[in-house]
């Protein structure tokens, strides 16, 4: 019987290639999306950090040094918002490059399957194939048998 093959197996290289395109992208998307994660945190704590060190200093402070507090406050509480809108950004690319991962796994899975039950009816057909072959073998012992008994029998007992 001839080797076993699958038509779309180009296909299914191809669509393999794709899905692991799709999941470097993908890590690449949430190494951003935590990368900005992170820094929303980093920022947080500072901001945490700077109220809770400036908090507890006591003495007078000059208008100076009362705006500059105020405006670096104000700087990071914005920054975290930038950010925090960034993020949100970064989860609909997230989101949509994993829509994609998913819909290039399931085409390539379905391809997968198609190929697995085609090999199993190859497998089948050269089992059956075997089957009829080896039934054939048997068949052609058998009557070389009987020609053989008949050969070596006297005319008389013909």
Do not use: C, H, T
């Not at 697995?116 to 070389?144: G, P, S």
């Amino acid at each position: 019987m001839k080797k076993f093959v699958f038509r779309l197996d180009r296909v299914l290289k191809l669509r393999r290639q794709i899905e692991e395109r799709i999941e470097i992208e993908f890590a690449l998307k949430n190494s951003e999306y935590i990368a900005v994660k992170n820094e929303i945190e980093r920022n947080k704590e500072e901001l945490m950090l700077f109220i809770s060190e400036n908090s507890i200093i006591e003495g007078s402070f000059s208008i100076e040094e009362i705006q500059a507090a105020d405006n670096y406050i104000f700087r990071l509480e914005k920054r975290i918002k930038d950010l925090k809108v960034e993020l949100d950004e970064k989860k609909k690319e997230l989101d949509r490059v994993r829509e994609l991962l998913n819909e290039a796994k399931k085409a390539r899975k379905i391809l997968e399957k198609l190929r697995e039950k085609r090999l199993n009816e190859y497998i089948n057909a050269a089992n059956r194939e075997e089957v009829n072959e080896l039934d054939d073998i048997n068949q052609k012992l058998e009557f070389n048998k009987e020609r053989l008994v008949v050969k070596n029998l006297p005319l008389e007992e013909i």
